[in-house]
């Protein structure tokens, strides 16, 4: 279309004057002086005029002489979860995490008869933890020496990531188990297998974030699903908080046998400078890194021939992944269950100040640029995405390994089979824990749906 190509012409040229002389002033403010936090917010106001999803919202005249962080939270939109400014030298402008420090997330439950637990939720594969033997449904006794509760669980999870180590010991376990310092990357790829039920060959995929090192195992996977002639397929991303689109446009072509390489895996629709753009799969596989891109027949190879997908979520769920779910609806039957996602239906791209030399150094902005809706025309899930049959993981403690069948997240899917997505929507009647405490709740704050710029 005439019009959306003027758009994009239009950003482009933003792009190009922001790249090489940053934003231009829109009023009549002073040069102030470089470093001062004047210079730094008017480039952070300057930049959001130009890209900020919500751009026309912003404040015409806002006070500059505060610190950046502060003038930042004051010109989001209210709406806005998301956005976020970031310097590497402030380690506070960065949600502490304690999966990213010491490779392992754990969660504090009050239980129906009022005993308070602490758990580990999730372990890195390869990570210190796993080596050191922690698994998923742990219950921990003591941290660092001291008894989690209600009351401390919050500050001894922050204390270990300040020490970035932590003494744990743990229920049924003889001996102080000290993890150290996270040191090797994540494969987004926990773990795959293959099992049978009711006469049905399933495969089954632990899928925590959409990384570009997600591809050669995902293809490993998918191979070997193949080969053992998968009929259904479990896609599990209860944790998984986002990552590349590309990403998540490449498994959505090996998943569904309905694409093109023509066809709208996504529309961007951003502010009035931005417009909307539909972007096809072959035109987001192209952003891939060219080692990785194996073109849209290559992805395709992968296919198993399936109808549906089951797709479990948690309330962790966020980003690509929410994107995957509402991109492939159109194209093959999502069964969804679990918990509603987390909700964060926009992307962005980051914006550094790309003078040479630089005048704002290191502050770098992630600010929510587009909606994001799939070939129907169907988004605005910012409240989540609603399963269709919602089921929790707590409701059987302790937790269990990823992929076990008695898990209540793989059991809602082999008792629904034949339960036909949007339809009959059923709620676990099982009681669940009240959580307490959840230390993954910082990464869905810093979690980024950051991704190459679309045009």
Known sequence: ????????????????????????????????????????????????????????????????????????????????????????????????SLVHTLGFDWITLQTSDGQVKTMISLVVPGSRAASKGLVRGDIIQTINGTVPTAANIASLTNNSILKQSTDLELVGKTGIIQVQRLINSEDPVY???????????YGYLFL????????SQLKRAFAYFKQEQVQELILDMRYNPGGSVPVAAALAVMIAQNTTEAATFVEYRGNQKAGVRKSSFGAELSKLPSG???????????????????????????????????????????????????????????IKDYRNPQIVPKWEIYPMIFK???????????NGLTPDQI??????????????????LIQSCLQKTNMVAGQNRVESTLERPRVIFDSRVPVDLKTGLTISRPY
């Open 391 to 408: 089921t929790d993981e707590l409701t059987v403690l302790p937790l269990k390994p990823f992929g076990d069948l008695s898990d209540p």
């Open 191 to 201: 773990t795959y297998h293959v099992f049978q039920s009711g006469g049905k060959t």
């Open 292 to 350: 990785l891109n194996i073109g849209f027949a290559g992805f395709s190879g992968y296919r198993l021939n399936l109808n549906k997908i089951y797709v479990l979520t948690g309330n962790h769920t966020a980003s690509a992944a929410e994107l995957l779910i509402n991109s492939l609806r159109p194209y093959i039957t999502v069964v969804h269950s679990g918990q509603q996602t987390l909700g964060k239906d926009m992307a962005g791209f980051v």
């Open 1 to 96: 279309m005439k019009t959306c190509s003027l758009f994009i012409k239009t950003l482009l040229l933003y792009l190009m004057i922001f790249s090489l002389y940053s934003c231009k002033k829109s009023d009549n403010r002073p040069d102030y002086p470089a470093g001062s936090q004047e210079n730094i917010n008017s480039w952070i106001l300057d930049s959001m005029k130009v890209y900020y999803y919500w751009n026309a919202g912003l404040p015409g005249n806002p006070v500059l002489n505060t610190d950046p962080s502060s003038f930042f939270k004051s010109i989001k939109n209210s709406a806005d979860r998301f956005s976020a400014l970031v310097n590497p030298d402030l380690p506070e402008s960065y949600p502490p």
């Open 372 to 382: 994001l809706y799939n070939a129907a025309g169907r988004g605005d899930y910012s």
């Open 208 to 215: 925590n974030s959409f990384e570009n090192t997600a591809l």
